[in-house]
């Protein structure tokens, strides 16, 4: 605490701390009303560009965006097979599951690339489920359900996957959800976890690694420059990223916490550019306070004992 304004905005501001529901709560009306205005094709992530990844991207599928993105949430997808023991033909036998799928976008771009017996996406927001459920679901092959990440509704040992992208930085109580992988995973199942770190939720999930002993981690990869080149590229004028938000019909409440080109969307504050929203945040000492700084971008694989 440096001076007596400083901390009474801090006790303020503590006292404010919703509890886990509150924040789940807060959480999903944030996406629901993202959902409202987000156009069919749109991922929430940052993206990631690796060009060796990108060119085994196109040799699997040639032309797979055909000039309809940008490419790089789609890499940041890719990505979370990296590591995984199993071939093309070896997903025609297994059930995925992707935990906190947003509009499903990443996990329909995936079951076009790999095939799986069957893949369930799962999100907090209903109204990101609904538009999944209604323009991407087939069938019993690709389903998406509204739950929580720390209460799956699945049975034990249901699945040989679980998928989870830039989502676990927003749940209360990762370890629960670390919980809820193990027991739905079958023994020797995979979870692959690709997230954005604070240098609190870093030593946390260190703890987690070392503590559960349901998984042992099997490959890492640190792709934070990866990541920063995706933002840094999607914050250029006259990018992709920027020409799609520009065609947003986003009600004017959205503009206001976007930012100016939708910087705070497109994760601007990890490469250093300060929008307003994150101007005002830091000025109000709530930035720091419950988003930390971000340090890095990584994934993580690991397989169920
Ligand atoms: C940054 S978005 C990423 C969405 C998607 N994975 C993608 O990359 O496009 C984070 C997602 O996590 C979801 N989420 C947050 N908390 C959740 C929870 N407790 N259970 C399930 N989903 C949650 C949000 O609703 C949102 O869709």
Redesign the pocket.
Known sequence: MTNGNAATGLRDLNAGIPDADQL?GA??A??DD?ASWSRTG????WGMHCPDLLNELNGLRPNFNAGVSDTF?EQ??FQTLRGLPHTKNDFRTLKVL??????G??LNFLTRLVDPARAVG????KS?IDRASAILARGDRLSYVE????RLPFEDGEFDLVI????SH???DVER?FREVARVLKPGGHFSVIDVFDPRSSVRFGKLQQEISDFEWIHERDVTENVKSSIRQRMAPGSFFRKEYARKQMPLRARIIGGLGGAHYAGADFIGHKDALSKVLEIARIRTKFVGEYESYRHHLARRA
Not at 42 to 45: E, L, P, S, T
Not at 147 to 150: F, I, L, N, P, V
């Open positions: 789940k959480v999903s944030v996406y993202v749109d991922f929430w992530n949430s940041l997808y992707e935990v906190g799928c947003g509009m976008e990443g799962l999100d907090i927001s990101a739950g929580d990440a720390e989870n992208v830039e989502s927003n749940y209360p959800f």
